[in-house]
């Protein structure tokens, strides 16, 4: 059984601070590596996606992976009380039968002014 | 930008009707998915497909169909409505199941009564 998993928080944090989400998944076949966010209400809307180890970074978002640990983690830099939202960490098996994206339950974020 | 539409935000239904959801997507993609989201649940695939006429069961089928007569759309079929299946309905589509990101619509919040 393929799974991905996130501390379902709350995670808060004060206005600009560094907030830092981590994601666990268990397939070590795994090649790409999601990160949605999620307003109340909305539909989860993709932030970044990374797919070497190491860092990415766009704007005030870093993706960070490590394989060799299985863990994807993603740091929102200078946080804004518009980044309270879930964040959904969503794993890749690109391969076999399936290779369709399995999603954590994701993290809730509270920026606090 | 790729645009996933379904055809409605909010949907009140009758238990025992035969509830049709619409998806449209305009990228020309060959992967379309269907979720449904509850709190605590997270997100679960119902069904998806990879091509025109094919169709996948995901992990939750039971109680749903699925059509795809046209590349661009894809629908999702409740057969016999029941008062469990009131959740948050997703659509999404990516261009490659395992290495591109899926990209959602809006979303359907359906309230069986």
């Known amino acids: 059984q393929k799974e991905v998993e996130q501390n379902s928080g709350p995670l808060s944090v004060p206005e600009g601070a560094i907030a830092s989400l981590n994601c666990t998944y268990s397939?070590?076949?795994?090649?790409?590596f999601f990160w949605y966010r999620q307003y109340s209400g909305k539909s989860p809307e993709l932030i970044m996606f990374i797919y070497s180890n190491g860092d990415k970074e766009d704007g005030r978002f870093t993706a960070q992976l490590n394989k060799a640990s299985q863990y994807v983690s993603l740091l929102i830099r200078d946080s804004q009380p518009s980044d309270s939202a879930t964040y959904l960490c969503?794993?890749?098996?690109?391969?076999?039968?399936?290779?369709?994206?399995?999603f954590g339950k994701g993290t809730k974020l509270s920026v606090k002014p | 930008d790729v645009k996933v539409t379904q055809s409605s935000r909010y949907l009140v239904k009758r238990t025992g009707e035969k509830v049709f959801l619409e998806c449209v997507q305009d990228m020309d993609h060959e992967n379309m998915f269907w979720y449904r989201q509850d709190p605590g649940l997270g997100l679960r695939l119902i069904y998806f497909?990879?091509?025109?006429?094919?169709?996948e069961k995901g992990d939750i089928p039971e109680g749903y169909s699925v059509s795809r007569e046209k590349k661009e759309r894809f629908s999702l079929i409740l057969e016999s409505a029941s008062t469990n299946q009131t959740s948050m309905y997703l659509c999404a589509s990516s261009l490659d199941r395992g290495a591109q990101p899926q990209h959602f619509g809006d979303g359907t919040r359906l309230s069986i009564l």
């Open positions: 969503a794993v890749t098996h690109y391969g076999g039968s399936q290779g369709n994206l399995i």
């Open positions: 397939d070590r076949g795994s090649q790409s």
């Open positions: 497909s990879y091509d025109v006429k094919m169709k």
